[in-house]
Structure formats: structure tokens, C-alpha cells
């Protein structure tokens, strides 16, 4: 994997957040130690930008081993820096509160003089128990750090939902869609990742799956972990669809789309095709998604593609669409259609309530949506390019069809 310019500019904004933060912290520490912490701080920060860069280069890294911590210590260090710039104003709040409201230096002794009276001697001073508080915050946020790393690469979840519709043909109640989106292997998405995700959607008897772009990040890796994939997508009675998402296009459309093809995916460039179920039918539509154009013209393409997918269907018939983007929601709404799943947003990695932190940056960024009869989901993805996460795990899901009576 080639190192690109994004890379570059992530390693380059590395150096200079370490190098404010490594300011900052050492003034909290007594100036005799403040020399030393400054180069150790600094080392750190060189190391954790040759591992992202090393990373970028070797691709993926699948194991426990002594490398392991360091093929993580990359990202896990570039993260740090920015929650520390959250820690920097709070560590500066509470010394302010703190030092406003204490007047004696607490806990104190009696301590014996040579003179053999008791004196208070203050076991913790005042300036030393500042000190303390202020590195409270830094040291809360390398735990959440810690914490979200480990939520990232440790497990991932089966997400189960029901959609019920009024008008849903008989023949479909019970319908069951598997959907895997924003998998991103590569550097942090192994084979073995692949493995533990497949199982848990091939335990759920789907009848067909769903993915929604931005699989593949390594396109070297791809073949291994559809191989993995392969014994599912055997199985699966209505196939397998895919629709490109933008990382496709960044690592090379063409490539994927023969790999996908070699292992039975059916890609759907805004396309449809009808599928039989139970003696009913149903369309699938799928929709590209290469955003190398500027919002505006993306929003007129959005309109265009959904065009092509979907305008020869007739609005009585039950729609499934696959858009790698959320952007497509608001389309799939006005044309009706009934069930639009997404991804892209990664539901921003962090969430709170079932909801993400970072509902602002999207209109539709996380979880269900509705209007009328129509539905859209958008989910929090499988994978990622960044490894933290933190109560927003890594999920596939599992939609089954229910006629509501």
C-alpha cells in the first residue's frame, strides 16, 4: 500500500499536536524533570510516526506478537494527541477551581522539630496537589484511548432489526438481509476479522447479503478474506450485491470489480435486477459512489445514478437499494423506496445512547431513518482505517422483512 498524501498530512499533524501537547504536559512536572520528559515525549512521537508510515507501507499485520504493539502504538499515539487537546482546557479549569478554593495545604501532620514542639509540616503541598490534578485529565484520556482501541479491534456485533410494511406481499414476510459495509480491509481487517464477521451473519441463515462499499482498502488482501467469504456466499439462496463505495475508487475500481465478480459478488452500477422469493418478486438497486466531485455536483450525480436504479421499477414493488452513502437517502425517500441501506459514516466511532457524537457532520449519520413507508438505515460499519472506537462497536447486521398487518 503506497503512502499517499492523506498519510502524510495525518503524520504531519501528528508531529505538531505531540509537539504542543509534550510542551504543555512537561510544564505540570517540576523543571528539573521537564528536560528529560521533553525528549522521551518526543521519541515517542518520532516512533509512533515511523509506525504509521511502516504500516502504510507493509499493509497488514495479523498476529500477537512483541510487533503488535507497536504496529498499533502508531495510531494509538496520533489519537492521543487529539484527545489531549480536549484534556488541555479542563486540566486548566480545574487547577483555576481548584486553586481558588483551596487555602491550606491539606492533609497536614504533626510533625516533631528539634526544638521538640509539634509544627504542621503539610504531607501533599499545595503546589504538588495542583500539579496532581491537573495531570488528572491527560491521564483519563490515555485510558479512554486505551479503552476505544480496544473496542475497535476486539469484537464485533450482530445488529438484528425488523422493517414491517403495510403493502409487503405475503411471499416476502420473513425475507432476511444480511449487510456488511465500510469492512476496509487492510492494515486493521484481517481474514480472521472476516471470518468471525461471516460467522455471525451465516448462523443467522440470511437470504441474501448486502454490501455497501468501502470493503477493501489492501486490494492484495482482498482474494484471501473473499475466499474466507466464499463458503457463505455459496449458501446464500438470492446472491450476494455489492455497490462501490469511494475507496474503491481510491485503490482501483477495475481490479475489485474482476475480483468480485471471480468470487460470484454482483455489482450493481446504478442497475437493478428483479429476484425471485417465495413465488413473489422483488428488485435489488444498487448505486456508485466515486466522490471526486465537489458537494453540489455530488448531489445532482446522487439524483442521476438514483435515476438509473430505480425509475424503471414500479412504485408498487418492493425496492431494496445498496448506497455506499447516506447523501442517497433523501433521493431513496422521494422515489418511495422502500428500504435503503448505507454506510460511510462509520456512525463517527463514537456514540453515545445509540446515537452518534457526531450527529452534526451528517444529516443522516447513524442508525434508522424513516418517512412514510419508506426506510433508510445507516450503518456504523464493519471495519475501519483507524482503529478506535468507543460505544459504537463494529457491526454487521441482520434486517428481516415483516408484513404489518
Given at each position: 500500500m503506497r503512502i499517499g498524501v492523506f498519510t502524510m498530512t495525518v503524520v504531519a499533524l501528528l508531529l505538531l499536536l505531540a509537539s504542543l501537547n509534550g510542551y504543555w504536559l512537561s510544564r505540570l512536572l517540576r523543571t528539573e524533570r521537564r528536560r528529560g520528559f521533553r525528549w522521551v515525549y518526543a521519541l515517542l512521537t518520532v516512533t509512533s510516526a515511523a509506525a504509521y508510515l511502516g504500516i502504510r507501507v507493509a499493509g497488514q499485520f495479523d498476529g500477537a506478537s512483541a510487533f503488535s504493539l507497536l504496529f498499533y502504538f502508531g495510531p494509538f499515539w496520533t489519537v492521543l494527541q487529539l484527545l489531549l487537546l480536549l484534556a488541555w482546557p479542563v486540566s486548566k479549569l480545574l487547577t483555576m477551581i481548584l486553586r481558588r478554593w483551596s487555602t491550606l495545604d491539606h492533609p497536614t501532620d504533626k510533625t516533631p522539630t528539634s526544638l521538640g514542639k509539634e509544627t504542621d509540616q503539610p504531607l501533599l503541598t499545595r503546589r504538588a496537589f495542583l500539579s496532581y490534578a491537573a495531570m488528572a485529565p491527560p491521564i483519563a484520556m490515555t485510558g479512554i484511548n486505551t479503552l476505544g482501541l480496544v473496542d475497535a479491534e476486539v469484537s464485533v456485533v450482530l445488529r438484528r432489526m425488523e422493517f414491517a410494511y403495510a403493502g409487503l406481499p405475503p411471499?416476502?414476510?420473513?425475507?432476511?438481509?444480511?449487510?456488511?459495509?465500510?469492512?476496509?480491509?487492510?492494515?486493521?481487517?484481517?481474514?480472521?476479522?472476516?471470518?468471525k464477521m461471516t460467522a455471525l451473519l451465516r448462523q443467522a441463515e440470511p437470504d441474501l447479503l448486502a454490501i455497501t462499499g468501502d470493503l477493501v482498502d489492501d486490494v492484495k488482501k482482498?482474494?484471501?478474506?473473499?475466499?474466507?467469504?466464499?463458503?457463505?456466499?455459496?449458501?446464500?439462496?438470492?446472491?450476494?450485491?455489492?455497490?462501490?463505495?469511494?475507496?474503491?475508487?481510491?485503490?482501483?475500481?477495475?481490479?475489485?470489480?474482476?475480483?468480485?465478480?471471480?468470487?460470484?459478488?454482483?455489482?450493481?452500477?446504478?442497475?437493478?435486477?428483479?429476484?425471485?422469493?417465495?413465488?413473489?418478486?422483488?428488485?435489488?438497486?444498487?448505486?456508485?459512489?466515486?466522490?471526486?466531485?465537489?458537494?453540489?455536483?455530488?448531489?445532482?450525480?446522487?439524483?442521476?445514478?438514483?435515476?438509473?436504479?430505480?425509475?424503471?421499477?414500479?412504485?408498487?414493488?418492493?425496492?431494496?437499494?445498496?448506497?455506499?452513502?447516506?447523501?442517497?437517502?433523501?433521493?431513496?425517500?422521494?422515489?418511495?423506496?422502500?428500504?435503503?441501506?448505507?454506510?460511510?459514516?462509520?456512525?463517527?466511532?463514537?456514540?453515545?445512547?445509540?446515537?452518534?457524537?457526531?450527529?452534526?457532520?451528517?444529516?443522516?449519520?447513524?442508525?434508522?431513518y424513516q418517512q412514510r413507508q419508506s426506510f433508510g438505515f445507516v450503518s456504523s460499519g464493519a471495519g475501519h482505517w483507524l482503529p478506535f472506537r468507543l460505544n459504537c462497536p463494529p457491526e454487521v447486521s441482520l434486517i428481516t422483512l415483516k408484513r404489518n398487518t
Open positions: 411471499q416476502l414476510d420473513g425475507l432476511k438481509i444480511a449487510h456488511m459495509t465500510d469492512v476496509h480491509i487492510g492494515p486493521y481487517i484481517s481474514e480472521r476479522d472476516i471470518g482482498l482474494p484471501a478474506a473473499l475466499a474466507v467469504m466464499k463458503p457463505m456466499i455459496a449458501d446464500l439462496p438470492l446472491g450476494t450485491w455489492f455497490c462501490m463505495g469511494n475507496h474503491e475508487h481510491l485503490r482501483g475500481a477495475a481490479p475489485i470489480r474482476n475480483i468480485l465478480q471471480q468470487y460470484g459478488i454482483n455489482i450493481l452500477d446504478n442497475q437493478h435486477r428483479q429476484l425471485a422469493f417465495n413465488g413473489s418478486k422483488f428488485f435489488v438497486a444498487g448505486v456508485d459512489y466515486p466522490m471526486n466531485v465537489d458537494a453540489a455536483a455530488r448531489r445532482s450525480m446522487a439524483e442521476k445514478y438514483l435515476d438509473a436504479a430505480c425509475a424503471p421499477i414500479a412504485a408498487d414493488e418492493f425496492t431494496l437499494l445498496l448506497a455506499h452513502h447516506p447523501d442517497f437517502l433523501p433521493g431513496a425517500f422521494r422515489r418511495q423506496v422502500d428500504l435503503t441501506l448505507a454506510g460511510h459514516t462509520h456512525g463517527g466511532q463514537v456514540g453515545w445512547g445509540g446515537r452518534s457524537m457526531f450527529d452534526f457532520l451528517y444529516p443522516y449519520m447513524r442508525g434508522v
